[in-house]
């Protein structure tokens, strides 16, 4: 309603301002009316169009015209943009299309209004954008010529990142005790030896590393490295990095948005490329951990946890030693895109680098093709020799005495290095806290002339062992003694042997040849096989027949040895059972039986060997097939290959029952 208001009232001012009719005529109120629409038309569209538009419309002779009519035909052909509209109105016509044509000038002028503030907003909006940029570039320049302007905010950060650098803890005993060189690497010495051989070289090979935990593959690999940088024939620099990585937190993005081993593409839209970037729409190649390893050595313990896609991807990087980058968003013909950015997608990044991967795995969760493109290595598990070496070296360096029954003691609660060391460091601040250190003494005073000596008890050793819950590493012991029915046999899982405990016991048959056989069921089916196989092979050497007698077999500990390993175990202590005969306990055997009592070759005799030297035993029987898997006196152990059950039974049952029995 307002604005109607506002079209009648310059309707009516226009009214006033019309020009006086000729001399020749009086004006009338109608020819007013002509000539405010005619004057608001000029304001509207101005003179210049008026006068085109009624050209166009064949008006022009018409609005000059004396004939009111004829004036009024001029409005109605120009305002509805037609030529061909006839005749002219009569005189009582006239009022009724007047209003008409008023309304179609008041909506003509309303448009024009709407427009008008629209283009005014989008004026002010062009102008202050216009301005917020010319303040944003500003401000940039003076950034950039200031360097390290920041808000407030940022400035409160930063103070609080500083005051955290200031709060610093004692070195951590895992730092404190970490070998420094190869002579702290204990038990290791020909992996150490075969490490240092294969990165040495001119042409240095990648290397997978297979072992237990705890047994120094990822420090062996540094020292290593440091070593070969001063070697002349050594292709590494003296600025080779030494990039460490877990194949447990590396996982391979089928969308290829995050990849920190490979590399990524962080696109101008989803992921975050730099701002100048991202406003031009150009892609951001982020290189990964195989990049920052240029020149030296990537590092990915427990490479056989890492995802079997992302080592197939990671082969293709060795092949190449380059790592490549693709995007949709990337266009080689944009002159905005900067010379780094169209090298890293044309080029690549470089990737020549000394892959090297431990695993506690075995080879079978590494990729095949992976494995052929680089050397294995195998770290040995640590005896309890190799144990108590580690920990006189640490409680040397935390400058504290331990026994020799302490050092033992530890030794029987883990094969592995990291965890003695830590046992011994829980037992460390035991010892300084019931001697006072920190009290009376400080620590950096221990060792010293005046300062005070602390010892390590085996009371320490056992109360870290209560509380932490540990349960001593190896329960079977050897001994002198020789018992019927009893022996020790051996099993390896993964890189680790163990002596397993197998018992027999064996009663005449109520009714000869109906004798009964038991076997724990959790053994496993195939050491079930063994004993009907170490029935056939005991007839034959004894001339006893199993189904006589009322034979029950037990692994103790119901350990699985499902496997023919076992077989040779089987059948001496059936034999032993049956026969009466003594079995060695300082003696353990390994090998299939076949039905001709031949021993035959099984797998893991290296593992199987520290699996008897944790047990105590002091002499191996192994198949002759296998005496090229291991050296002689090996660990200390008397090893003897042999080639039938006949043989293997002169050391394993004592020598004093064999005499009786003649």
């Not at 990039?243 to 490979?262: F, K, M, S, Y």
């Not at 730099?274 to 892609?283: R, W």
């Amino acid at each position: 309603m307002k604005f109607l208001d506002y079209i009648r009232n310059l309707f009516t001012k226009k009214q006033e301002q019309a020009l006086p009719a000729p001399a020749s005529r009086s004006a009338t109120p109608l020819d007013r009316q002509i000539e405010a629409l005619y004057a608001i038309l000029v304001d509207v569209m101005g003179t210049e169009k008026l006068v085109i538009q009624a050209g166009k419309m064949k008006a022009l002779d018409l609005m000059r015209s004396a004939d009111p009519c004829e004036r009024v035909l001029a409005l109605q052909r120009i305002l509805g943009e037609d030529p061909l509209i006839n005749p002219a109105p009569k005189p009582e016509q006239v009022p009724a299309i007047m209003d008409a044509l008023s309304e179609r000038v008041a909506d003509i002028v309303a448009r024009r209004n709407v427009e008008d503030s629209i283009e005014k907003k989008v004026n002010e909006k062009l102008e202050k954008d216009h301005a917020d940029y010319v303040n944003d570039i500003r401000q940039q320049v003076i950034k950039d010529e200031k360097g390290g302007n920041e808000s407030p905010q940022d400035k409160e950060k930063r103070e609080k990142l500083e005051k955290l650098e200031t709060i610093k803890l004692t070195q951590s005993i895992m730092e404190l005790l970490r070998p420094q060189d190869f002579s702290e690497i204990v038990g290791q010495e020909r992996a150490v030896k075969s490490l240092m051989a294969k990165l040495s070289s001119p042409y240095p090979q990648h290397l997978l590393l297979y072992g237990p935990p705890g047994v120094g593959k990822t420090t062996a690999a540094r020292l290593v490295l440091e070593a070969a940088k001063k070697k002349a024939v050594s292709p590494f620099g003296e600025e080779a990095p030494f990039v460490e990585t877990d194949g447990t937190t590396l996982r391979w993005d089928p969308r290829d948005i995050t990849n920190p081993l490979l590399g990524s593409v962080h696109d101008p839209i989803y992921q975050g490329a730099q701002k100048t970037l991202a406003d031009s729409g150009i892609p951001e190649p982020k290189p990964g951990l195989v990049t920052d390893a240029h020149g030296g050595i990537l590092f990915i313990d427990e490479i056989g946890e890492m995802d079997e896609m992302l080592q197939n991807k990671l082969l293709k990087v060795l092949e190449d030693k380059r790592a490549y980058f693709e995007s949709a968003y990337y266009d080689p013909t944009d002159k905005k895109v900067p010379p780094y950015i169209k090298k890293l997608f044309e080029e690549g990044a470089p990737a020549d680098f000394v892959l090297i991967g431990a695993t506690t795995r075995d080879a079978g969760h590494i990729n095949p093709a992976l494995r052929s493109r680089c050397a294995e290595i195998y770290f040995e598990p640590l005896t309890p020799k190799h144990i108590q070496q580690i920990v006189r070296n640490a409680a040397e360096k935390l400058k504290v005495t331990v026994s020799d029954e302490v050092t033992a003691l530890i030794s029987e609660y883990t094969i592995e290095g990291r965890k003695a060391i830590n046992i011994l460091a829980d037992a460390y601040s035991l010892a300084l806290e019931r001697r006072g250190v920190g009290d009376e003494f400080k620590v950096e005073d221990l060792g010293t002339e005046n300062g005070p000596q602390v010892e390590i008890t085996k009371a320490d050793i056992y109360e870290v062992t209560q509380v932490s819950r540990l349960t001593p590493y190896v329960t079977k012991k050897a001994s002198d003694n020789a018992l019927q029915g009893h022996i020790f046999g051996l099993g390896v899982a993964g890189f680790l042997g163990s002596a397993i405990e197998i018992e027999a016991v064996a009663f005449p048959a109520k009714e000869k040849g109906k004798g009964t056989v038991r076997f724990n069921e959790t053994a496993g089916s195939m050491a079930k096989d063994s004993v009907f196989n170490a029935a056939s092979v005991m007839r034959q050497l004894t001339g006893k027949d199993l189904h006589d007698y009322d034979v029950h077999i037990n692994v103790i500990g119901g350990g699985n040895i499902d496997g023919p390993s076992a077989g040779t175990a089987i059948l001496a202590v059936i034999t032993s059972a049956v026969t009466g005969r003594k079995i060695r306990q300082d003696v353990a055997v390994t090998g299939e039986i076949s039905l001709a009592g031949r021993v035959r070759p099984v797998g893991g005799v290296f593992e199987k060997a520290y699996g008897a030297k944790q047990a105590g035993i002091k002499t191996l029987v192994i198949p002759k097939e296998n005496s090229k898997d291991i050296p002689q006196e090996h660990l200390g152990l008397d090893i003897h290959p042999v080639d039938t059950a006949e043989e293997a039974f002169k050391y394993i049952f004592a020598p004093e029952m064999e005499k009786e029995e003649e």
